[in-house]
């Protein structure tokens, strides 16, 4: 653990932060907020009590501000008459298909916190977190046809096909200790980095901008995403519970195979696989077995190679944005970029 907080604590350098990002969206995202509020209404009271619990619970609203940026890094300029506040909407329908897949995520995951809040399935139970996910799923595709651009719902409804597939096949390889590193990258590709790609690249599209641009920000936000995920499977190991706002060791106790596992397992010794597989594969654990995990991890280098991973993710996505000439945009994405790696929640 040490070794990570440092490493972490290295990159931690007073760039790596998402102020500069929201500094610079503030107007747009606190309108983005405010049509969130608004569409997560129903005569249903169950639903805007559920809706409005993680809501308002925060987050950090990074795919949405993903949306917002890319679009003014490509000329985008919202509130003017021929361009309208496409932005705002779009921005505010990727955020209702990130709640919506947490919502499902936390059922599946059997997740008691989120956001430093109980989840929604601990306080209403899996049947409402369910159906009022899938209901923040139908709004955010009430506002893509809002919009009126069968591109964009093109990308969005394919992105969010995709993260579904991605959240199965992580299931078919939960608790199978054979999983390769190429198949956990295929989940992580399809269950977050999708969005974060698709998040990026409507930006592109709504400034009206080549198909170069476009391919851009979508190969930024896909190695982003890979990159936030890869971060996100260490600090389930790693990170401090109250600042990261979930259970940490939420995966050990799923069997997840994530990659810190996917590595560790493979230098393992026989004496360490067995014990793999009866904590992963059979399920049967007891109170200091993840202290033992945990151990193993650091032993060989697990956390710190996932780290590593994650960095040469964020490279590739600062690369993506080579072509784009210096502005505040770019700049502030940049940093989002470093926030992804050094993060601690
Ligand atoms: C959580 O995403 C789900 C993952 C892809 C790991 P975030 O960490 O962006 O969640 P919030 O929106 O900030 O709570
Ligand atoms: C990300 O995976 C889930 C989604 C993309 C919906 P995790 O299961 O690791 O996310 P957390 O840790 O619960 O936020
Ligand atoms: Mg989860
Ligand atoms: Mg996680």
């Not at 969206?25 to 309108?31: I, K, S, V, Y």
């Not at 639903?47 to 490509?74: W, Y």
């Not at 159906?131 to 955010?140: E, I, K, Y």
């Not at 930024?220 to 600090?235: H, K, S």
Request: aromatic fraction near 6%; include cysteine.
């Amino acid at each position: 653990v040490t070794l990570v907080a440092e490493m972490q604590d290295d990159a931690r350098k007073p760039t790596a932060s998402l102020d500069r990002l929201s500094e610079l969206l503030r107007g747009d995202l606190a309108r983005v907020n405010t049509l969130i509020l608004e569409r997560m209404q129903s005569p249903v009271a169950l639903i805007p009590q559920l809706a409005g619990h993680i809501i308002a619970a925060g987050g950090k609203r990074l795919r949405p501000m993903l949306t917002l940026a890319c679009a003014r890094l490509c000329g985008y300029r919202g509130g003017t008459d021929e361009a309208g506040d496409r932005h705002v909407t779009l921005a505010a329908a990727v955020e209702f298909i990130h709640t919506a897949t947490l919502l499902h995520d936390d059922v599946v995951d059997a997740s008691d916190l989120r956001r430093g809040l109980a989840t929604a399935n601990a306080v209403w139970g899996n049947k409402p977190s369910v159906l009022v996910g899938d209901f923040l799923f139908s709004r955010a595709f009430q506002l893509m046809v809002e919009d009126g651009s069968l591109k964009v719902l093109g990308i969005l409804s394919h992105a969010s096909a995709v993260i579904a597939e991605g959240e199965v096949l992580q299931l078919v390889t939960s608790n199978d200790t054979a999983t390769d590193e190429a198949a956990y990258l295929a989940v992580i590709r399809a269950k977050t980095a999708q969005l974060f790609a698709a998040a990026s690249q409507i930006g592109a599209v709504i400034a009206n901008r080549p198909d170069a641009e476009e391919e851009a920000l979508t190969a930024f936000g896909l190695n982003l995403g890979i990159a936030f995920q890869l971060v996100d499977d260490m600090l389930d190991y790693s990170a401090r519970q109250a600042e990261l706002g979930k259970t940490v060791g939420d995966d050990f106790r799923d069997g997840k195979i994530t990659l810190p596992i996917v590595l560790a397992f493979k230098r393992g010794d026989e004496q360490e696989r067995r014990f793999w597989r009866r904590t992963l594969e059979q399920s049967e654990q007891s109170d200091d077995d993840l202290d033992r995990a945990i151990a193993l991890l650091h032993k060989h280098g697990a956390l710190r190679e996932t780290l590593e991973r994650a960095r040469h993710y964020g490279t590739q996505a600062r690369a993506a944005l080579a072509g784009f000439a210096d502005c505040a945009e770019k700049r502030a994405l940049i940093e989002a970029v470093d926030f992804c790696l050094a993060r601690g929640y």
